[in-house]
Nanobody
């Protein structure tokens, strides 16, 4: 099992940047595919970015492509989501998740979830 704790959320103006962290414990994060999802009030949880277990394959939701970057530091057992050029519509609670080896955009393919971190982008 792996436990995940997100951090790095906050309030930022449109056009700004944030880096979210996902600290893992109990197991090595590189044994899993990693995903980032977000959930805005009144909406379903949606896919943001994913990376396979080897970190060689990544993919992104169209809404964040070119602005967000998913990465992982094996030495720190921590995953990251670098978010640039933030927009008000990026406002949501962001969750990291770990699952099977293959990166996936489906919430059902991830077995372990963090508690979430709030990101608020003001216009």
């Amino acid at each position: 099992q792996v436990q995940l704790v997100e951090s790095g959320g906050g309030l930022v103006q449109a056009g700004g940047s944030l880096r979210l962290s996902c600290a893992a414990s109990g197991s090595t994060l590189r044994s899993y595919a990693m995903g980032w999802f977000r959930q805005a009030p009144g909406k379903e949880r949606e896919f943001v970015a994913a990376m396979d277990w080897s970190a060689s394959n990544t993919f992104y939701a169209d809404s964040v492509k070119g602005r967000f970057t998913i990465s992982r530091d094996n030495a720190k057992n921590t995953g990251y989501l670098q978010m640039n050029s933030l927009k008000p519509e990026d406002t949501a609670v962001y969750y990291c998740a770990a699952g099977t080896w293959v990166a996936s955009s489906s919430v059902h393919d991830y077995h372990y979830w963090g508690q979430g971190t709030q990101v608020t982008v003001s216009s």
